[in-house]
């Protein structure tokens, strides 16, 4: 109940905001909901993989938007489920670290409300990945290794970014519990989702999967030098105040990598460790990197148990609220005001 309470109060805060800034710039409220890639979805689980271009998209969540009818208001209506599970994914492990209710709850409404967190509201994949991808780190925090490596399996037919979930999981078995076999059939068994779909679709693309991404949206690993060329470019000329968004969250997000260190379960702060590396160092749409870090948001837990610990409870919590009404007001802003895709 509390999960559920909580992604409600957050959902409200996000539409509405949302449909102040529409509104203000004359936009209908239900185009900015499905813009962007929420048409790629739609269209693939209409259609299928009839375009070259979808193949770029992962087909776990189209096919369960064809299973609802493939609407967009059952797109919209799945998310906000979803969100729910993905809410109850947070509180989970910040229980696991000791957090009480209240820590839970301020955990949880800080990590699923960063910037462009819009789009667990829109048929986009991340609350599917979200909920995905933070119950395995469940499993994994609590040594359940099958059960976490079929989630991660099921997590590589979501989005190409399940490889650091893999990679976190491998490195944690390494690490933690070589000598139990169970957690080496996990990890055997994490990435057969994954690399079914990209056999899948390399069979279908005359150039194959990569290639498609490379061709498209320019992404391929480059050991950061795309990044750091777009932040330096930004921060010394730039005049795109949507462009500066998506650098202070570029800054910012290794910067709370580092802080979280040994203050998060070790599989979570490796899973995010794995993404920030996976996003930073490649190169590719550099707008869209507030969403694709996303899942790392998971290293603001600590900060949000320690503000409901340390400080007056009115303080806290006017401290995680305006967290949310920040995302909410930059999601709104890159979604109705930005030009380019998020």
């Not at 290794?254 to 490796?270: F, I």
Request: some cysteine.
């Amino acid at each position: 109940m509390d999960a559920a309470a909580l992604a409600g109060v957050l959902t409200v805060l996000r539409v509405a905001v949302l449909a102040v800034l529409a509104a203000a710039n004359g936009k209908p409220l239900g185009e900015q909901l499905v813009a962007w890639d929420a048409q790629h979805y739609l269209r693939i689980a209409s259609e299928g993989y009839a375009q070259e271009e979808s193949f770029a998209f992962f087909p776990a969540f189209p096919l369960l938007l064809r299973v609802l009818g493939g609407s967009a208001a059952a797109g919209i209506a799945l998310n906000v489920v979803l969100t729910v599970v993905m809410t109850a994914g947070v509180m989970a492990l910040a229980q696991r670290r000791g957090a009480g209710r209240a820590g839970q709850l301020a955990a949880a409404a800080v990590v699923t409300s960063a910037p462009l967190s819009i789009v667990f509201t829109m048929p986009y994949t991340e609350a599917l990945f979200g909920a995905l991808a933070f119950w395995a780190l469940v499993a994994l925090v609590d040594r359940r290794w099958l059960t976490a490596g079929a989630m991660v399996c099921a997590l590589g037919l979501v989005r190409l970014t399940a490889v650091p979930l893999v990679a976190a999981f491998f490195v944690y078995v390494v690490w933690a519990a070589r000598r139990e076999w169970r957690a080496w059939v996990g990890v055997a068994v994490s990435p057969l989702g994954l690399l079914g779909f990209l056999i899948w679709a390399n069979a279908h693309l005359p150039r194959g999967y990569f290639a498609l991404q490379r061709e498209n949206w320019h992404s391929e690993f480059d050991m950061g030098l795309a990044t750091a060329r777009w932040v330096w470019n930004t921060l010394t000329a730039g005049e795109n105040v949507g462009y500066l968004l998506a650098t202070c969250v570029i800054i910012a997000a290794p910067v709370c990598l580092a802080l979280a260190w040994r203050r998060l379960d070790p599989p979570v702060w490796l899973f995010a460790a794995a993404l920030e590396a996976n996003i930073l160092l490649s190169d590719g749409l550099m707008h869209s990197r507030p969403r694709l870090l996303l899942p790392a948001a998971l290293v603001l837990m600590p900060w949000a148990v320690c503000a409901v610990r340390l400080l007056r409870p009115a303080v806290a919590w006017t401290l995680v609220g305006a967290w949310a009404l920040l995302g909410a007001w930059v999601s709104a802003y890159m979604l109705v005001v930005f030009e380019w895709a998020i």
